[in-house]
């Protein structure tokens, strides 16, 4: 079974460009996260999708960044205009089970890494 | 206060041997859980292990077990006879307030690993 996938990898852009993030998530799995991961720290959640609905997206700072997950599948991630602080790793997740349930694995994709100059 | 607490930045052990990686943990909930996560230099979280607030044996995973000490709040993941491909970042996380709607995975800041032959 393939797992998350991301794209791109790697991102390098000047500041003031904008800059877009792809995942398609595990099969099935109907809940979907967005996370930053900034140099020498643990993952934050950005926003997060039941289906095609952002529950939670009150973390995500609105001025320059936006979601969607059309169809309820693959989601989009993008930043209008880039700041020299945006520069991190892009994680997105997704998991089968309701997201508050107990257990709640997330599986994890191998991220986006941007780098704003 | 740190939700979270990964006091170790980094941690050397050599193969097969046994390493234990610290995590404490700050909350008021009674029901809560912890995740460990496992982060190789190719960038993606890979879950290790979980341990409900309520499980009153500790967690194991093959190698992987979670000294878990309530009362004193902490959750120590435990690698045994470790192995050259355990170098990675270990990052500690934890949701509050299960079975009470969705409540986020706050992580640690992480501690780097690296096994020697």
């Known amino acids: 079974e393939a797992g998350v996938v991301q794209s791109p990898r790697y991102k390098i852009i000047e500041k003031k460009q904008p800059v877009a993030f792809w995942c398609n998530p595990i099969s099935g799995h109907n809940t979907l996260y967005w996370y930053l991961q900034n140099l020498g720290q643990g993952p934050e959640l950005l926003i997060r999708y039941e289906n095609e609905e952002a529950v939670d997206d009150s973390q995500l700072p609105k001025d320059r960044f936006s979601a969607e997950r059309l169809k309820g599948v693959d989601s989009t991630l993008k930043i209008q205009p880039a700041e020299l602080g945006d520069s991190a790793v892009y994680l997105c997740a997704s998991s089968l089970d309701p997201a508050g349930s107990s257990y709640n694995e997330q599986f994890f994709g191998p991220g986006t890494r941007l780098t704003v100059l | 206060a740190q939700k979270i607490t990964q006091t170790q930045p980094g941690m050397f052990v050599q193969e097969k041997e046994a390493v234990t990686l610290d995590c404490t943990y700050d909350t008021s909930d009674q029901s809560y859980g912890l995740f460990w996560y496992k982060q190789p230099s190719s960038g993606e979280m890979i879950f290790l292990i979980y341990q409900g607030s309520y499980d009153e044996q500790n967690a194991t995973e093959g190698r992987y077990s979670l000294n878990f000490q309530k009362a004193r709040k902490s959750a120590n993941l435990v690698i045994s006879a470790s192995q050259l491909g355990d170098s990675a970042m270990y990052f500690c996380?934890?949701?509050?307030?299960?079975?009470?709607?969705?409540?986020?995975?706050?992580f640690g800041t992480g501690t780097r690993l690296l096994v020697s032959p």
């Open positions: 996380a934890m949701r509050e307030g299960l079975n009470t709607g969705f409540q986020k995975l706050v």
